[in-house]
């Protein structure tokens, strides 16, 4: 006997059943490669967030896994100093005279009158000046000066025959010696110093 049909059972026919099968199958496939689908999408957005480059919304790419480096810190050595060395004093040379051995210069810090101008007339001595005031002034004034600049007074001696003055000093260091002559030679009064080899040049 025939089997007894269901009511609103279709019966398919051997073709369409093949077909129907193979629909399933196509089905089937298309679900298990979406799932495979997305199973790579969710491993790709894992391996995102561990530091691998990704794709902002403006399109450019982007990595979280290496921060950019904090710029090179400045050289912690110092700068040269722009300050120059200070210069040697340039010794200058010695002679002998009457009154003993004496440099041919007198030291930068060597005590002077105001307004003493260096003489042009040549004479065997350290320094040679032209002096504003007479003899008596200019003497007492040099007196003074040199006591202010360390010198202690050992004797004077004048007026002399000539009108001149002598001012003998003891200066800093053993065996230290300076004489002062100060005197009137045609209209100015001119004083020269001998500074003795045994004093030190500064």
Do not use: K
């Not at 196509?26 to 691998?52: E, F, M, P, R, Y």
């Amino acid at each position: 006997m025939p089997a007894e049909r269901r009511p609103n059972e279709v019966t398919l026919s051997e073709p369409a059943r093949r077909l129907y099968r193979a629909r399933a199958r196509s089905l089937s496939t298309l679900a298990a490669t979406l799932s495979l689908i997305a199973l790579t999408i969710v491993g790709c957005g894992a391996t995102n967030s561990t530091g691998t480059a990704s794709v902002s919304p403006s399109g450019s790419a982007t990595s979280s896994a290496h921060p950019a480096s904090p710029p090179a810190s400045p050289s912690s050595s110092p700068a040269p100093s722009d300050s120059p060395s200070p210069t040697p004093i340039r010794l200058p040379s010695q002679s002998t005279v009457e009154w003993g051995r004496t440099w041919d210069a007198l030291p930068p810090g060597f005590p002077l009158p105001a307004g003493a101008v260096p003489s042009e007339i040549g004479v065997a001595a350290s320094g040679v000046f032209d002096l504003a005031e007479d003899v008596a002034t200019a003497s007492g004034v040099m007196q003074g000066a040199l006591e202010a600049g360390g010198f202690r007074t050992a004797g004077v001696s004048g007026p002399l025959e000539d009108g001149g003055v002598v001012i003998d000093s003891i200066g800093p260091g053993d065996g230290c010696r300076a004489q002062t002559t100060i005197v009137r030679q045609g209209g100015v009064t001119m004083m020269t110093v001998l500074y003795g080899a045994e004093c030190p040049f500064r």
